[in-house]
Nanobody
Framework: EVQLQASGGGLVQAGESLTLSCQAS????????IAWFRRAPGKGREGVSC????????FYTNSVKGRFTISTDNARNMVYLKMNNLKPEDTAVYYC?????????????????????????WGQGTQVTVSS
């Protein structure tokens, strides 16, 4: 059974940093699309970043480019989202998600937008709150 366990959220001030972690179990990173999404209060789900687990291709939505970094530790089945210079508008519940079709992240890379939001497996979410 595929399971994703996200952690690392918290309350920080603007300009500070947080690193989110996501432990995956029930499968081994191979040629997957792994992503972080977020849902801010009163807004819809937004794709933040994704990575193709085999070749490391990454994509970031414009609002986080240069501030967030996605990475994986394939040996430990871990996914990370390093968030620097956090802003109040980054406040949201963050979710990690996985799909066994790596093309879902490659499509974002080539089209410069999250084309697919229907990833197959989702974690439970971790709250990030950034105060001004």
């Amino acid at each position: 059974e595929v399971q994703l366990q996200a952690s690392g959220g918290g309350l920080v001030q603007a300009g500070e940093s947080l690193t989110l972690s996501c432990q995956a179990s029930g499968f081994t990173f191979d040629d997957d699309a792994i992503a972080w999404f977020r849902r801010a209060p009163g807004k819809g789900r937004e794709g933040v970043s994704c990575i193709s687990s085999d070749d490391g291709t990454t994509f970031y939505t414009n609002s986080v480019k240069g501030r967030f970094t996605i990475s994986t530790d394939n040996a430990r089945n871990m996914v990370y989202l390093k968030m620097n210079n956090l802003k109040p508008e980054d406040t949201a519940v963050y979710y990690c998600a996985v799909d066994f079709d790596r093309r879902k992240c490659l499509a974002a890379y080539y089209q410069n937008r999250f084309v697919y939001n229907d990833y197959a497996y989702w974690g439970q979410g971790t709250q990030v709150t950034v105060s001004s």
